[in-house]
């Protein structure tokens, strides 16, 4: 279902005091009555997954496991940080303490969820601007000109 609409556009929430975190109602359908799984992502965000979608992230890592000792400690050093999580009554998820450490989020602040299109990304607030930002406008405008999609929608 998920891959076929897509995640899209950014949604700022606040993370309580116990690491929760209200899911955005325009995600919520695609995550009702199923498994979440939370893992580490790039740039130091934490990646929310479908089960469809983790399936092929599962089976991408377990692909590379296979190609010497470094991708098989990248492999396990990424599965030993997967978490399985649901959305509770509140519509809210729980972002365990060492996924908010990575991705720098601190309790009682703001968190921004991005869409990125198969999955959707946790990030700081601060933190996500500041890589769009250092991307520069002359390559935002770029991408526009061919039709790419540039800059943060939401």
Do not use: C, N
């Not at 899209?8 to 899911?23: I, P």
């Amino acid at each position: 279902m998920a891959e076929a609409a897509g995640f899209f556009g950014t949604y700022e929430h606040a993370l309580d005091s116990k690491g929760r975190v209200v899911l955005p109602a325009k995600f919520r359908p695609y995550f009702r009555e199923t498994r979440i799984r939370l893992t580490p992502h790039f740039a130091g965000s934490v990646a929310i997954w479908t089960e469809e979608e983790f399936a092929k992230e599962f089976a991408a890592h377990d692909a590379l496991s296979g190609q010497g000792h470094k991708a098989f400690l990248q492999m396990l050093a990424w599965s030993s940080k997967v978490e399985d999580q649901t959305v509770d009554a509140q519509g809210r998820i729980l972002v365990p303490q060492k996924l908010r450490e990575h991705a720098k989020l601190e309790l009682d602040q703001q968190v921004l969820f991005v869409g990125a299109m198969r999955h959707v990304e946790l990030w700081s607030p601060q933190r996500f601007y500041d890589l769009i930002a250092s991307l520069g406008d002359d390559q935002e405008g770029d991408e526009a000109d061919r039709g790419a999609p540039a800059g943060v929608v939401g």
